[in-house]
């Protein structure tokens, strides 16, 4: 089992960045794809970034590639998310989660066994 901490969300302007950190706890951490997921207000959940437990694969959101980088270093069991010219359409609340089935990153969120809490990101245009 795993758990999950996200942090670094805020309130930022258009054109900004921003770095989001998950920590995770527990000795397994380097066994999960990990994954970030958005949910604005109104809407589902949606897929951000994934990656593999290598870091050697990766996958984005077709709109979010480019502008968007997820990583994750095992030894400190870390995932971060960089997100560069940030976007009003960017603001939700960001969720770090963790797939314990699969190596390689999953795009589905019911893939996902463990969730974080959440780390909202605002951007004012």
């Known amino acids: 089992q795993v758990q999950l901490v996200e942090s670094g969300g805020g309130l930022v302007q258009a054109g900004d960045s921003l770095r989001l950190s998950c920590a995770a706890s527990?000795?397994?951490?380097?066994?999960?794809?990990m994954g970030w997921f958005r949910q604005a207000p109104g809407k589902e959940r949606e897929i951000v970034a994934a990656?593999?437990?290598?870091?050697?694969?990766?996958y984005y959101a077709g709109s979010l590639k480019g502008r968007f980088t997820i990583s994750r270093d095992n030894v400190r069991n870390m995932v971060y998310l960089q997100m560069n010219r940030l976007k009003p359409e960017d603001t939700a609340v960001y969720y770090c989660?963790?797939?314990?089935?699969?190596?390689?990153?999953?795009?589905?969120?019911?893939?996902?066994?463990?969730w974080g809490q959440g780390t909202q990101v605002t951007v004012s245009s």
């Open positions: 990656i593999s437990v290598s870091g050697g694969s990766t």
């Open positions: 989660a963790a797939d314990q089935d699969r190596v390689v990153p999953a795009a589905d969120v019911n893939k996902y066994d463990y």
């Open positions: 527990g000795r397994t951490f380097s066994r999960y794809a």
